[in-house]
T-cell receptor, first 110, second 115 residues
Framework: GQNIDQPTEMTATEGAIVQINCTYQ??????LFWYQQHAGEAPTFLSY????GLEEKGRFSSFLSRSKGYSYLLLKELQMKDSASYLC???????????FGAGTTVTVRA | DADVTQTPRNRITKTGKRIMLECSQT?????MYWYRQDPGLGLQLIYY???????NKGEISDGYSVSRQAQAKFSLSLESAIPNQTALYFC??????????????FGPGTRLTVL
């Protein structure tokens, strides 16, 4: 099984940078996903890491360290529309199921 | 048109009623999933299906059943609804690809309230 921890809430100013950390414990790791979820809407895929290092996609980057059981999602040049919940999810090696963290609610203020 | 659709989008029902939530997809994916989401909790897996003849229980399958009628359709049933099944329910799909990421794509959700 998986044990996934991420902060509950974060607040940042428009134009700033925010880093959302995710730590996990797993019996068999096979990839880590980040999803964005606006209130009352479906989660949408942001990024995927399976090897150590940084993956960059425009204003969003995701980092993975498998040895530390650690990932972060970096949001740069924050915009008001980035106010949402960000979900960290770990895939199990044996059955390919995803286990989700409770999500981090990011509030962007003007 | 949306790739993953769920019906109904909202439902209010009473304790003891049988409820069916439906999910359809046009993505051509072989894998389908049902999750529930409660405030302050992560998405919890109810059931998943890797193809039409393969159905598996997730973390919280008690009180739920599913049917995979076709590759594109996966239904979730609550045989006798109870108030603590009040939640937001999501269907998701993914594709089995050798070396692929198997990314899950979510439907818009069904908000279910059991009185």
């Amino acid at each position: 099984g998986q044990n996934i921890d991420q902060p509950t809430e974060m607040t940042a100013t428009e134009g700033a940078i925010v880093q959302i950390n995710c730590t996990y414990q797993t019996s068999g790791f096979n990839g880590l996903f980040w999803y964005q979820q606006h209130a009352g809407e479906a989660p949408t895929f942001l990024s995927y890491n399976v090897l150590d290092g940084l993956e960059e996609k425009g204003r969003f980057s995701s980092f993975l360290s498998r040895s530390k059981g650690y990932s972060y999602l970096l949001l740069k040049e924050l915009q008001m529309k980035d106010s949402a919940s960000y979900l960290c999810a770990v895939r199990d090696k044996s059955d390919y199921k995803l286990s989700f963290g409770a999500g981090t609610t990011v509030t962007v203020r003007a | 048109d949306a790739d993953v659709t769920q019906t109904p989008r909202n439902r209010i029902t009473k304790t003891g009623k049988r409820i069916m939530l439906e999910c359809s997809q046009t993505k051509g994916h072989d894998r389908m999933y049902w999750y529930r989401q409660d405030p302050g909790l992560g998405l919890q897996l109810i059931y998943y299906s890797f193809d039409v003849k393969d159905i598996n229980k997730g973390e919280i399958s008690d009180g739920y059943s599913v049917s995979r009628q076709a590759q594109a359709k996966f239904s979730l049933s609550l045989e006798s609804a109870i108030p603590n099944q009040t939640a937001l329910y999501f269907c998701a799909t993914s594709e089995t690809l050798a070396g692929g990421t198997d990314t899950q794509y979510f439907g818009p959700g069904t908000r279910l309230t059991v009185l």
